[in-house]
Nanobody
Framework: QAHLVESGGGSVQSGGSLRLSCTASGLRFDDYSLGWFRQAPGKEREGVSCISWSGRNTFYTDSMKGRVTISRDNGKNTVYLQMNSLKPEDTAIYYC????????????????????WGQGTQVTVSS
């Protein structure tokens, strides 16, 4: 059975940086596209950044473009999200998800990203 475990969340001041990690087990990592999503209190889950199974295609939400970088290390079964210049509105629980095959974007679609999710890691940005 597949498991995704996020880490790296925490509390930072506005303008700070965090690097989130998500390590997968129980799946053929190379075959999976991966995504980072977030959900703030009272808001819907939204896509932050996604990376294709090959690593050749990356997608970023407009609100974080230029401030985040997604990468993957297939040798470690891990996907990373480097977040810089964080803002209070970035406060949320950040989740990673995996879907087998290709992706064409990073919008949150619960039917598409239905299968494999981590438990989430809290990111809190104070002003």
């Amino acid at each position: 059975q597949a498991h995704l475990v996020e880490s790296g969340g925490g509390s930072v001041q506005s303008g700070g940086s965090l690097r989130l990690s998500c390590t997968a087990s129980g799946l053929r990592f190379d075959d999976y596209s991966l995504g980072w999503f977030r959900q703030a209190p009272g808001k819907e889950r939204e896509g932050v950044s996604c990376i294709s199974w090959s690593g050749r295609n990356t997608f970023y939400t407009d609100s974080m473009k230029g401030r985040v970088t997604i990468s993957r290390d297939n040798g470690k079964n891990t996907v990373y999200l480097q977040m810089n210049s964080l803002k209070p509105e970035d406060t949320a629980i950040y989740y990673c998800a995996a879907v087998e095959g290709s992706i064409s974007g990073c919008e949150y679609d619960p039917l598409f990203w239905s299968d494999k999710w981590g438990q989430g890691t809290q990111v809190t940005v104070s002003s």
